[in-house]
């Protein structure tokens, strides 16, 4: 009888242990599947941008749709409780990392600013929300590719400017609805995003990065979510299209009369020439800057004022 227990015994363990071993590889297999389980939500995705989330039970249906990680936890840890029920945390997938320049591409980018910015450069963020995912795919495709030294001026511009917009628009989703993004605390200071292995800011990448790359122009392509900034371009930035879409943006602003009131012995300028004044300044007078994007011949000694800034936001 006793030599029988332990037979029993042994069979359990072993039965317990092939269940343990079965479910290890289940767990792996759904892992590499692109899902994550409970206990590796927050090792997983401590770095990642928010995102719509799935939350599945263990025969893949989708028991909840929550816009953070937060309330993903919340959902797998009520469901755990149910002896029936498995919670997964669905991922989209990760972009791999390019090898080259030639094959990186602000292509998801391009689509999204189609769709939701009007030629005016209005943003439907209602809409745009919808694609945040596909935004989080971009800012994933960024992170994995940060310039390096090897990149061309043009390379490197075309990406920061992209990054600033694309950036300053997943603020604004973070946040959405407002009014302003001078309703978020801090916006320009927040460290939100993660680059290869650092952590960025609005400021750093505006104030660090693109002006010290001596191109004034960049202050008509990146967008600070508001009326009174230049508008949003509804295409990406690119090396190769570079300095005709840095012009164009320059032109189109100073000639915006909303934003500019251009005459012979007179300007009504946007602050942004007056924040930014020395960077206007490196080939000449901030009145030589102008003219060479404007039609008017401006005089050397027209008065100059600014205009009031709306930072209304602009949809």
Known sequence: MKQLLIIVLALITSSCCNAKKMALNSSEKIYQNNFVTVDKISETTKDSITQTIEVKD????????????????????????????????????????????ATFSHGRWNTLLEKHVSDQGNVNYLQFKSDKTILAVYIDALSENVPTDSWSKQEKLAYWINTYNAL?????????????????????????????????????????????MDEPRIHFAIVCASYSCPKLQNKAFTAEHLETQLTNATKEFLSDTKRNEISENSLKLS???????????????????INTYTTTNISEDAKISYKDYNWDLND
């Open 168 to 212: 300053t628009v997943d603020l604004i989703l973070r946040n959405y609805p407002i009014k302003s993004i001078k309703d978020i605390k801090d916006p320009w200071k927040q460290r939100l995003w993660k680059l290869g292995n650092k952590w960025y800011n609005l400021d750093e990448i505006e104030h660090q990065i693109l002006r010290k």
């Open 271 to 289: 602050k942004i020439f007056r924040w930014f004044d020395n960077d206007f300044k490196q080939n000449g007078s901030l009145i030589d800057f």
């Open 58 to 101: 263990k025969k893949n249906n989708v028991i909840a749709e929550v816009d953070t990680y937060k309330e993903a936890n919340q959902v797998i840890a009520n469901n755990s409780k149910k002896t029936d029920t498995i919670a997964y945390l669905t991922l989209p997938p990760k972009p791999p990392k390019q090898d080259s320049l």
